[in-house]
């Protein structure tokens, strides 16, 4: 009994001794694992947080472009961006609104929320299809400057084909119809292309039309 009292003292000598080297590194180390945890869930909660609140906010929008409240619609939404801006919810929020004001003939309020969306989305499909409404609204407000500049960015390839047309129809309001129809032309071509790259279905319907407006700028 005493000699295991003797290993029993000798080991609690080598942990005291051990705990003064490295105690202090050993508490640190506790402490930063405990911050780390108790910050990552305050993040989540943050989060769910924001979520929950810009859910809300999106859902006004929706009922706003219900009942065609543009001014509603516009308020919520410039809300929803200046309080939660990276949320899903935002962009989408901008895109709903901005259909609504067009709607309601107010494309010039329109256009400021299509831009937001357009640099601000995070998904690539989304920031396409924004500036491909907002090239949109340009070119029926006649702004076909603005218009090209929306459009000179290289989209996905799902977005590529309607792009290439818009631009056709810019250059054709323009009177440059040789510009036209080469990019009626890029727009045939890109619509082989994902039809070929990504098992797309047949566009028929689609490749008629660009096809026609081609031939009919190629004869202005």
């Known amino acids: 009994m005493a000699v295991y009292d003797l290993e029993e003292q000798e080991q609690l000598a080598e942990l005291k001794t051990w705990w003064k080297l490295h105690g202090n590194r050993v508490t640190s180390l506790v402490t930063v694992a405990v911050l780390a945890v108790a910050g990552w869930q305050g993040w989540n909660w943050w989060q769910r947080e924001q979520?929950?609140?810009?859910?809300?906010?999106?859902?006004?929008?929706?009922?706003?472009?219900?009942?065609?409240?543009?001014?509603?619609?516009?308020?919520?939404?410039?809300?929803?961006?200046?309080?939660?801006?990276?949320?899903?919810?935002?962009?989408?929020?901008?895109m709903l609104s901005a259909r609504v004001q067009v709607e309601a003939g107010e494309s010039k309020n329109a256009q400021p929320?299509?831009?937001?969306?357009?640099?601000?989305?995070?998904?690539?499909?989304?920031?396409?299809?924004?500036?491909?409404?907002?090239?949109?609204v340009l070119l029926d407000d006649k702004s076909y400057d603005e218009a090209l500049k929306q459009l000179a960015v290289t989209p996905g390839s799902a977005f590529a084909p309607r792009y290439a047309e818009l631009k056709g129809d810019v250059l054709l309001a323009q009177g440059k119809q040789a510009e036209a129809v080469a990019a009626y032309q890029a727009g045939i071509a890109a619509l082989e292309t994902l039809r070929k790259t990504d098992n797309a279905p047949p566009h028929g319907a689609y490749l008629d039309l660009l096809k026609l407006k081609m031939e009919a700028a190629g004869s202005q």
Do not use: C, H, M
Not at 120 to 133: F, K, M, S
């Open 51 to 94: 979520s929950t609140q810009a859910s809300a906010l999106y859902a006004g929008v929706e009922k706003a472009a219900v009942a065609k409240d543009a001014k509603q619609a516009r308020q919520l939404t410039g809300e929803l961006i200046d309080k939660f801006p990276r949320t899903a919810y935002a962009p989408l929020a901008a």
């Open 113 to 136: 929320q299509l831009q937001w969306a357009a640099e601000n989305a995070g998904d690539d499909a989304l920031r396409d299809l924004a500036r491909l409404r907002l090239a949109t």
